[in-house]
């Protein structure tokens, strides 16, 4: 593939990430496809008496994962949907990651302090065009805006080779923008097109006490699966005579 044709390529990618982002959010506490099963198939797949004890742990354990991120699962009364947090987990920070890469490659450093033997006057505007040099905001910020969106907004401004204190864009530079944003589209594409749903279990995992997640809809077996030690139950469908 050409360099040019690799930039349009990335250019599509990187602007699909940005226009799909908040329909994936959206979709995080929002009803898709199929219902869940009732509670009561759940409690009797995972085998576990519902006491006032359990209530207490699990409403415990729900507000501590409140407080963990921004993407924390229990975070909504509303269905979860499993596989987006997992896309959501996984593009923002290879995105993000992608960019502090690239930058530290072609962002040029902030300009340096005026050398001492300059006039006062002199040091004076080197130091100013310093200051608005660092505040420039087309910089990449590495503590800062590490958000999937803005991420791909600022590949998206080096693929189009918009001005700023920047390098220009080699074609290996190209080819690793459209190869991450790509493989994130890719992801965002297959969540928003998928029929599968997940909801997060009301009870905790028998085995560690971890954070349970259903998800089914597609036509598959419901699929349990706990987010601590990664165990798995594949809950038997009763067939229609």
């Not at 963990?68 to 949907?81: M, N, Q, V, W």
């Not at 503590?143 to 080096?158: F, I």
Request: glycine fraction near 6%; proline fraction near 8%; hydrophobic fraction near 40%.
């Amino acid at each position: 593939m050409t360099t040019t044709a690799t930039r349009d390529t990335a250019h599509h990618d990187l602007q699909a990430i940005i226009d799909s982002w908040p329909h994936l959010l959206d979709m995080l506490t929002t009803r898709h496809g199929q219902t869940w099963p009732p509670a009561m198939g759940i409690q009797h797949a995972l085998n576990s008496d519902d006491d006032q004890a359990a209530a207490e742990e699990r409403a415990q354990l729900r507000l501590a994962e409140r407080a963990d991120s921004r993407y924390t699962l229990g975070a909504s009364p509303a269905p979860i949907r499993l596989a987006i947090v997992d896309v959501i987990r996984t593009v923002e920070p290879d995105l993000v990651y992608a960019v502090d890469v690239l930058a530290q490659e072609i962002q040029r450093p902030v300009m340096a302090k005026a050398p001492a033997h300059w006039l006062p006057e002199d040091q004076e505007r080197r130091e100013k065009l310093r200051t608005e040099d660092a505040a420039d905001p087309r910089r990449w910020r590495y503590r800062e805006n590490r958000t999937a969106p803005h991420a791909a907004a600022w590949l998206l401004g080096r693929i189009e080779a918009q001005p700023g204190p920047f390098l220009p864009l080699g074609p290996t530079h190209v080819r690793r923008i459209a190869g991450v944003a790509g493989a994130a589209h890719a992801r965002i594409r297959r969540a928003l097109d998928g029929d599968r749903t997940a909801q997060v279990v009301d009870r905790p995992c028998p085995l560690c006490g971890g954070t349970l997640g259903m998800s089914s809809g597609d036509g598959h077996a419901p699929l349990v699966v706990c987010f601590g030690c990664r165990q798995e139950w594949t809950l038997a469908v009763p067939e229609v005579a």
